[in-house]
């Protein structure tokens, strides 16, 4: 299993630009989620989702879109990126949120760049 | 509300000696507790968590931690560090409702030869 995987694993944009980060896992998870990673402030939740067809917006979600279309597949966008949006993006996965199986697994991470 | 408080940004220890990385935590209801490790360029890597059964939890590469309801804490132990334990450590609790993992914000391990 290839568990969490993240692409692409490293992006530089100007601002304005576009992009859309993909996040796949084969593990048969439901809850998917992206969190940003930023010095000293650990893992923000940007959005997250509970299953396919759905989505839910984290601590901080404004200028990210999501998308769910495949249990499988997580996808973010940035629409018109900014330099504030320069960070370490992860995702991660979840069988459930509660009980034995809840533990999250991450994926790589994509460092983001907004020049 | 949820929160974690990782107490140290940065803990530093030799070679042989225990690691000792704190946490508390606050949270409405019976939680889950977690403690993931980071190290450089890499993504997170569950060590141990706390779902409600033993008290003392014993994780991987010789990490284990105690669930101590009445101080609200899940500090992270071992009892000789090692070269490879130099990494980020997060503490992490979901309160077992709603759909969020809440993050503490790190502490930087180093081990010193």
């Known amino acids: 299993n290839a568990g969490v995987t993240q692409t692409p694993k490293f992006r530089v944009l100007k601002t304005g630009q576009s992009m859309t980060l993909l996040c796949a896992q084969d593990?048969?998870?439901?809850?998917m989620y992206w969190y940003r990673q930023d010095p000293g402030m650990g893992l923000r939740l940007i959005h997250y989702s509970v299953g396919e067809g759905t989505t839910a917006k984290g601590e901080v979600p404004d200028g990210y879109n999501v998308s769910r279309l495949k249990k499988q597949n997580f996808l973010l966008g940035l629409e018109s990126a900014a330099p504030s949006q320069t960070s370490v993006y992860f995702c991660?996965?979840?069988?459930?949120?509660?009980?034995?199986?809840?533990?999250?697994?991450f994926g790589p991470g994509t460092r983001l760049t907004v020049l | 509300a949820q929160s974690v408080t990782q107490l140290d940004s940065h803990v530093s220890v030799s070679e042989g000696t225990p690691v000792l990385l704190r946490c508390n935590y606050s949270?409405?209801?019976?939680?889950?507790l977690f403690w993931y490790v980071q190290h450089p360029n890499k993504g997170l890597q569950l060590l141990l968590k706390?779902?409600?059964?033993?008290?003392l939890v014993k994780g991987i590469n010789g990490f284990e931690a105690e669930f101590k309801k009445s101080e609200t804490s899940f500090h992270l132990t071992k009892p000789s560090a090692h070269m490879s334990d130099a990494a980020e450590y997060f503490c992490?609790?979901?309160?077992?409702?709603?759909?969020?993992?809440?993050f503490g914000t790190g502490t930087s391990l180093t081990v010193i030869p």
């Open positions: 991660a996965s979840s069988y459930s949120l509660a009980g034995f199986n809840n533990e999250q697994f």
């Open positions: 593990m048969n998870h439901e809850y």
């Open positions: 992490v609790v979901s309160p077992n409702t709603g759909n969020q993992f809440y």
């Open positions: 706390y779902t409600s059964a033993a008290t």
């Open positions: 949270s409405s209801y019976s939680p889950s």
